[in-house]
């Protein structure tokens, strides 16, 4: 069984949004995070919540346009994305956080990842 399953990418417009939706099998307990993978470049965190979900964090490029909520009852962690750029083009991956710091935006994910979900922006 996958422990992490992503779905609602597609292809937007500039501008535009989209509401990303994992499920997850287990690591309800842990601090959950959104990553991304832009072609040809290294996997980054976007997002981070905090296991009670009373904190979010983002990456600064993200920062007014994303939002990061967790449903524990549902085990599901989403994303929703505004104002979609260009730059947001990737393949969105969650997962959970072993291990992270509240004094910057990182975090140590498991190593199993789901296929993620595509998103392309583009006009």
């Known amino acids: 069984q996958d422990e992490f399953v992503e779905s609602g990418g597609g292809l937007v417009q500039p501008g535009e949004s989209l509401t990303l939706s994992c499920e997850l099998s287990?690591?309800?307990?842990?601090?959950l995070a959104w990553f991304r993978r832009a072609p040809g470049q290294e996997r980054e965190m976007v997002a981070r919540?905090?296991?009670?979900?009373?904190?979010?964090d983002y990456k600064e490029s993200v920062k007014g346009r994303f939002t990061i909520s967790r449903d524990d009852a549902k085990n599901t962690v989403t994303l929703q994305m505004n104002r979609l750029k260009a730059e947001d083009t990737a393949v969105y991956y969650c997962?959970?956080?072993?291990?992270?710091?509240?004094?910057?935006?990182?975090?140590?994910?498991?190593?199993?990842w789901g296929q993620g979900t595509q998103v392309v922006v583009c006009a």
């Open positions: 997962n959970a956080l072993s291990f992270y710091t509240s004094f910057e935006f990182s975090g140590v994910p498991f190593d199993s």
């Open positions: 287990g690591h309800s307990t842990l601090a």
């Open positions: 919540i905090t296991e009670t979900g009373g904190r979010a």
